[in-house]
């Protein structure tokens, strides 16, 4: 591995040699089926540090933290960071690395060696923030899970395919806006705070990335429906984007007319269709059905 120009240095980050280093001892090879694709300019991963708005008080989780590089970033800037890795090798090598390169952090670097979407409970203080390089193949699944299951993240920022981070940043009458936007902004204002080039990654993936901003909001008042039940709103409508919601969610409402019934009740067209309603109107029809 290469040298740092001392504890904590300002070399403490991993450069292209560095990654191809420790990938080589470690016997890594990328793998499109893991999503894998490493950062290996530091100057981006502290962009993504900076972007994300991380304090030095915040108790930030990041998923999926391969060979380390935006992990480090985020070690100098907060006060811990707890890292869920998947791959037993990545998962064994990492805290090595934190200790080799910012010694004086390592008591601050938790690892969580698990696939993130059965992470229940994370160890230390409750987060505070989510930053993280998101396999492309999981990105949405994983981001409303952690989401879901730790309430106390106020701010998100991840990296993810650039045509996932339009869906998700997406609002109503957009053309790729679906269930990933409705559901996304269940938790948090969303909005998509730039643009990643290919040749910062290695391997360099055949896809542009974007960075997605989630400040998590209050959930929307629904008195008598459950997440559980609005999110299947969303489902159902979005199942067959073509069709009026009328249509659309005749399975989820037991017929047409008892579809249209909720919809008027709840101030709808039965006519209108699925992308152009607001979380809060999926709240609504949810609402006017239970």
Not at 129 to 148: E, I, K
Not at 208 to 232: C, I, M, N, Q, Y
Request: proline share 7%.
């Amino acid at each position: 591995m290469s040298t740092t120009t001392g504890p904590d240095g300002p070399d403490a980050l991993l450069g292209p040699a560095d990654i191809r280093e420790l990938a080589a001892a470690l016997g890594v090879r990328p793998t499109k089926q893991k999503g894998q694709n490493f950062v290996i300019d530091a100057n981006t991963v502290r962009r993504i540090v900076r972007t994300a708005g991380v304090r030095p008080d915040d108790v930030v989780v990041e998923v999926g933290p391969g060979l380390g590089s935006l992990t480090l970033a985020l070690l100098e800037a907060a006060d811990r960071v707890t890292a869920v890795e998947i791959d037993d090798v990545l998962a064994a090598a990492l805290p090595s690395t934190i200790a080799a390169r910012m010694p004086g952090r390592q008591d601050r670097f938790a690892l969580v060696h698990s696939d993130a979407m059965l992470v229940q409970e994370l160890p230390g203080p409750a987060p505070t923030a989510l930053v993280a390089n998101l396999p492309y193949n999981v990105a949405v699944p994983v981001l409303l899970h952690m989401l879901d299951r730790f309430p106390t993240i106020e701010r998100t920022l991840v990296m993810v395919q650039a045509e996932v981070a339009d869906r998700l940043a997406a609002g109503p009458g957009n053309k790729v806006y679906g269930v990933p936007s409705v559901k996304a902004n269940w938790y948090a204002d969303v909005k998509r705070a730039g643009s990643i080039g290919r040749n910062v990654f290695w391997p360099a993936p055949n896809v542009d990335s974007g960075l997605v901003s989630l400040v998590r909001r209050t959930e929307p008042v629904a008195t008598t429906a459950t997440k559980a039940e609005v999110f299947a709103v969303v489902d159902a409508a979005f199942a067959q984007r073509r069709k009026t919601l009328r249509a659309a969610l005749a399975g989820w409402a037991g017929s047409p007319a008892a579809a249209e019934e909720a919809l008027v009740k709840a101030g709808i067209s039965p006519q209108a269709r699925g992308e152009s309603l607001t979380v809060e109107e999926f709240a609504r029809i949810a609402e006017a059905k239970a």
